[in-house]
């Protein structure tokens, strides 16, 4: 085999390699549920591609307090931190932990997302409904999380304008208090 076809097939393979990787992936555009009558497992999209699952642990129990996260290289659990408090949840992914909770007490509209670094936070834009949630920050920019049909909670998209210091982790979390408090529980 000559060099120049072997150089083709390394490329080819790196170009591969790199599409595929979502690990490296912090841009996410779109999630909805794997089922139409349950909202205890959902899909996350980038692009038009399926990169991972936000599953209810205890979906036999009905138990909302604990998520299992699986997408890409990025592995994790979300769980209230203290038993009874649903405003209060800690996120833990690839050895990072996610401090999720209300701005205020008892009002769920906006949430304080803190890697420990960045502090962002995620807000209901009307306060009637959880069909739209957004970040608007002057440094780091902004990210919109709403549902692809107004009133149903199946299928989100959004439209991700944070910059690139942002990771996925705190991503994965907006995208996980939309389905929270989005889905209705039965």
Not at 27 to 45: C, K, L, M, R, V
Not at 74 to 100: L, Q, S, T
Not at 165 to 183: D, N, T, Y
Request: aromatic fraction near 16%.
């Amino acid at each position: 085999m000559s060099k120049y076809y072997m150089r083709v097939y390394i490329i080819y393979a790196l170009l591969l390699l790199i599409a595929t990787n979502v690990g490296g992936q912090s841009n996410f555009s779109a999630f909805n549920t794997y089922y139409d009558d349950s909202f205890t497992e959902w899909e996350i999209y980038s692009s038009e591609d399926q990169v991972g699952t936000i599953e209810m642990k205890w979906k036999l129990k009905n138990d909302w307090t604990e998520w299992d996260v699986a997408i890409g290289d990025y592995y994790g659990n979300i769980k209230v931190k203290w038993d009874n408090n649903p405003y209060h949840w800690e996120f833990r992914i690839n050895n990072e932990i996610i401090d999720i909770k209300t701005v205020y007490p008892r009002d769920d509209s906006e949430w304080r997302i803190n890697d420990g670094n960045t502090e962002l936070r995620l807000r209901s834009k009307y306060k009637n409904t959880n069909d739209e949630w957004t970040v608007d920050h002057k440094k780091y920019g902004f990210l919109d999380i709403y549902t692809a049909w107004e009133g149903d909670p199946r299928d989100w998209e959004i439209n991700d304008g944070l910059d690139e210091a942002i990771g996925p982790e705190i991503k994965i979390a907006m995208i996980f208090i939309a389905i929270l408090h989005s889905s209705p529980k039965f």
